[in-house]
């Protein structure tokens, strides 16, 4: 199991940027590839964004053009920049490595 660890979320004005970083133990990382997803009040956890170890991304229809996912392999983080942020973006964002799971990070879109 790899320790998963959130930061960088908070409350910003809509067409603002966050980013969001994710801390990973172990020493697995690299070889791991690195999800971004997140959950809004009342809805299901949905995908946002996913990066390869070979560093091959993909990305949630509403968040193409958006939302930019890239890793460090020498810092075991994972990072997710947002920008032209909208309301619709609030949820709780949770990084994932294969079935593990971060606590997540709120973020607030004011409109």
């Known amino acids: 199991q790899v320790q998963l660890a959130e930061s960088g979320g908070g409350l910003v004005q809509a067409g603002g940027s966050l980013r969001l970083s994710c801390a990973a133990s172990g020493s697995i990382f690299s070889i791991k590839a690195v999800r971004w997803h997140r959950q809004a009040l009342g809805k299901q956890r949905e995908f946002v964004a996913e990066?390869?170890?070979?560093?091959?991304?993909s990305y949630a229809d509403s968040v193409k053009g958006r939302f930019t996912i890239s890793r460090d392999n020498a810092k075991n983080t994972g990072y997710l920049q947002m920008n032209s942020l909208k309301p619709e973006d609030t949820a709780v964002y949770y990084c994932?490595?294969?079935?593990?799971w971060g606590q997540g990070t709120q973020v607030t879109v004011s409109s």
């Open positions: 994932a490595i294969g079935t593990s």
């Open positions: 990066i390869t170890s070979r560093g091959a991304t």
